[in-house]
């Protein structure tokens, strides 16, 4: 049996897309909301080394600009010995005069020069910074060193600290934690542990569930709580299911003093771990800012205070222009000169495109703006991704992460696009509105008779909101964190 192998070639053609990077750097510059894009913009200037701060527009760069010439870039200086100095001299003279002008201009970077009255921006933010906050785990720690206990314990207590989540709780069984072989720990010393672990700062540390986290708080209570902690330990399920006259008939008590024991208990903190761990809050700022124009409309305004002016080098420009250059170098600057000007056309296409997006939404969105958010009309991202001429891809990149300042608060721009329903008189409502308009119901309803999802269903139907499903008010409600009727009864 004879094997033959062949090689053979075949042509074929096909479509593909490459994306440049010069567009996924544009992409990725207009998905950046506004902090955000301030630290690349910090981070380029940082790396980029013709890139620069302008105050002013950068004036344009003659063609024609002198350079310095070859002899004195490529000459190599050296002050000679034998006391024939002055070609030296005259050459040092003649380097300060071709650039005399570019430094007296201050075209000069700032980063190779220091002016004692100019403020130092990075000094200045690192000032302004907060300090890192301390950890939940480390100031237990701290706290632990000074417990006294037998080794054992102590090397048992330090596992159920690092073993607590952000909320202080401990979320693992004691029995997992001892089935490691290399601890010098037993199953009795990890309860010992735990009960001392119980007792630091801030109280309800060391808990497994919420019901052991108030009873550790309501125990080290300057007042009085027993009554509190009879409820805890006795009804805990009714408690959970807000049956409070069958939790007052069991007691022997009024159903006043179980609702004022309710009230107490509601004061008590239920994540004492975030009362020291860290708790980052970044700051929400807006990109567009909505305000009324001369015509009765409004106008969307992009809020780019606080970004920098940017410009290339002249400097480096001319310097990447110049033959007398080793070639490396040049196309060291060349690269860097594209690179710089690829990040400002992207920051420039991001503003454009923003203040389009944003405007168009701004002008569908009118009734919103004047009247309030039951007045959000249902807006999918194909009718603004017409209008402004883009891909509805480009239109999720825009709002991404955006915000909008307008008399409304801060919103977030992507909440401006959603699928509603129509009412019985042709006009549409958007789900948003129709989330407003259920929590406006709840929150004004007769908390001692609350309304059930159907009851809920007719209100908002005759409030003009369209015949909705029953279960359409559930899922509603549930995303909004409304819980039933049973639970939402105050006796």
């Known amino acids: 049996m004879n094997m033959r192998m062949e090689l053979t070639g075949q042509m074929r ?64 200086l050296v002050v000679s010995e034998d006391g024939d100095r002055l070609e030296d001299f005259q050459r040092l003279d003649h380097f300060d005069e071709v650039f005399e002008e570019y430094f007296s201009n201050g075209d000069f970077s700032r980063s190779s020069s220091y002016d004692p009255s100019e403020p130092d921006r990075k000094l200045e933010a690192i000032q302004n910074t907060a300090a890192v906050g301390q950890s939940l785990q480390d100031a237990l720690k ?5 417990v ?23 979320t ?11 601890q010098s720990f037993s199953i009795e010393h990890l309860e010992e542990a735990l009960r001392l672990v119980q007792q630091l700062d801030p109280p309800g540390v060391g808990a497994r569930d919420v019901r052991e986290c108030l009873l550790i708080q309501m125990r080290q209570f300057p007042e009085d709580m027993s009554f509190e902690m009879e409820i805890v330990q006795k ?22 003093q179980v ?49 920098p002016n940017l410009r290339v080098n002249r400097f480096y420009q001319q310097m990447a ?11 060291f600057l060349q690269k860097n000169i594209r690179s710089a000007q690829w990040f400002m056309d992207a920051i420039a296409q991001r503003r454009q495109t923003l203040q389009k997006v944003a405007q168009a939404i701004v002008d569908y969105q009118r009734d919103f703006f004047e009247k309030g958010p039951l007045y959000l009309k249902p807006l999918p991202m194909s009718a603004i991704a017409e209008k402004v001429g883009v891909h509805v891809a ?48 709840v929150d004004q309803e007769d908390k001692t008779n609350p309304l059930s999802d159907d009851q809920l269903r007719q209100k908002l139907a005759e409030a003009g909101m369209g015949n909705i499903a029953r279960r359409t008010v559930a899922k509603y409600r549930k995303i909004l964190n409304i819980p039933t009727a049973r639970f939402r009864r105050k006796y």
């Not at 903190?269 to 929400?284: E, K, V």
């Not at 992460?401 to 329903?421: A, D, E, M, N, T």
């Open 172 to 182: 693992v069984r004691l029995e997992q934690l001892c089935q490691n072989d290399k």
């Open 235 to 256: 009804h805990w399920q009714e408690l959970l299911e807000n049956r409070l006259p069958q939790i007052a008939k069991k007691m022997n008590s009024s159903l006043e």
């Open 321 to 331: 222009k110049n033959r007398c250059i080793d070639e490396k170098t040049r196309q």
């Open 13 to 76: 053609m096909e479509q593909r897309m490459k994306l440049a990077p010069r567009m996924i750097q544009s992409m990725e510059v207009l998905q950046l909301p506004m902090l955000a894009l301030q630290e690349k913009i910090e981070a380029e200037l940082n790396s980029n080394p013709v890139l620069e701060r302008a105050d002013e527009p950068a004036e344009p760069t003659s063609e024609t600009a002198e350079t310095p010439s070859e002899s004195i870039l490529e000459k190599e």
């Open 259 to 307: 609702k004022r024991a309710i009230e107490r208990m509601s004061k008590i903190d239920l994540s004492p771990g975030l009362q020291i761990g860290r708790n980052d809050n970044y700051p929400i700022t807006a990109d567009i800012v909505v305000e009324p124009d001369e015509n009765g409309g409004f106008r969307a305004v992009l809020a780019e205070t606080e970004l």
């Open 148 to 170: 006294e206990a037998s080794d054992e314990v102590k090397a048992a207590g330090e596992l159920i600290i690092e073993s607590l989540d952000e909320k202080g709780y401990l």
């Open 394 to 441: 480009t239109i999720s990149r825009a709002v991404s992460g955006k915000y909008i300042q307008c008399s409304q608060g801060i919103v977030p721009l992507r909440s401006f696009f959603s699928g509603g329903l129509e009412d019985e008189n042709g006009q549409e409502r958007s789900w948003d509105a129709l989330k407003t308009k259920l929590q406006e119901l």
């Open 142 to 146: 701290e706290q632990w060193r000074l």
